[in-house]
């Protein structure tokens, strides 16, 4: 059992080890900003995620305590990614506005940081 | 009375369960001091949150989060592939327009984020008026095909949950 246990702990480290190597090379390989977003975003999480749940196992069947503290540095980590990511694209597309080309949009208001939102005083509906 | 108490009753249940989670250790003093959290935290929040979401289908949001989880696994393989076994000068990389039918603000962010998240697309911008949001694709032959797959895997589920 205590073999079992060992096996699945090493497996998910060398997984996390895996992705954590490929996002962080991606970082390096990738040619623009953008594209560098995807490696961090993605290939990261599952880096962290494979650490966790390997701690998590090791807890449960070394030390017999059962931990959730793995799991909400999970559900903080889900949630802060996708933010964070959102905010270096936006600030990306303010800073270089003039040299990266963004396909027209399909409606009348225009790209949230050229143009103001149509009606403000519309409380909440269809506000982003 | 009671809903002026507790404004957003899955906040306030979420706060106390992310607090017993976070001491670790169940007792009554822990859960007594998780619910003091789980009402002042959204009474004093309340005022920038004027507008309760609707939330419906508990079974369709546990479908959404499976779904979600397990395309952030795919995402995490298929970006990884892209790195390292597609060279620089094949990557398509595109912008796609995605217009999306979905109105209320917190189904948006949860869109965008999910996008984010999962297969080879990070969502960057929306319109002013929030009917599309800008998203960027590392690598896609089928730009149309991304767009609907956005549409029918997320934007359709969510719609069902935020109706």
Not at chain 2, 72 to 94: D, E, P
Not at chain 2, 121 to 130: F, Q
Request: aromatic share 8%; hydrophobic share 50%.
């Amino acid at each position: 059992m205590d073999q079992i246990m060992e096996i699945l702990v090493t497996f998910f480290l060398v997984i996390s080890g895996i992705f954590g190597l490929v996002g962080s090379f991606g970082l390096i390989k990738l040619r623009d900003t953008m594209q560098r977003l995807h490696a961090p975003t993605k290939a990261t999480t599952l880096g962290v995620g494979g650490v966790l749940i390997a701690s998590m196992i090791y807890f449960f069947a070394f030390e017999d305590t059962l931990s959730f503290h793995e799991l909400l540095i999970t559900i903080f980590l889900l949630l802060t990614a996708p933010v964070a990511a959102n905010f270096i694209a936006k600030t990306l597309l303010i800073e270089k506005a003039d040299k990266i080309a963004l396909p027209p949009s399909g409606c009348d208001a225009g790209w949230a940081i050229h143009n103001d939102p149509p009606n403000l005083a519309n409380n909440g509906e269809s506000r982003g | 009375m009671f809903k002026r108490l507790i404004p957003h009753p899955f906040l306030s249940v979420g706060l106390v369960v992310v607090w017993l989670m976070l001491v670790n250790h169940f007792s009554l003093g822990n859960l007594l001091l998780g619910a003091v959290l789980g009402i002042l935290v959204p009474a004093l929040t309340g005022p920038y949150w004027p507008n309760k979401p609707s939330v419906g289908r508990p079974l369709k949001i546990i479908e959404y989060i499976l779904v979600v989880l397990w395309d952030i696994v795919v995402a995490n393989v298929q970006v990884a592939l892209l790195i390292l076994f597609k060279r620089n000068a094949n990557l398509k990389s595109q912008w796609i327009v995605v217009p999306m039918e979905l109105t209320s603000p917190e189904a948006i962010t949860v869109l965008a984020g999910t996008i984010t998240m999962t297969p080879g697309t990070v969502s960057a911008m929306l319109t002013a008026d929030a009917s599309e949001i800008l998203v960027h694709c590392l690598h896609t032959d089928d730009p149309e095909g991304t767009r609907d797959d956005i549409k029918n895997r997320y934007e359709r589920r969510l719609k069902e949950i935020f109706q």
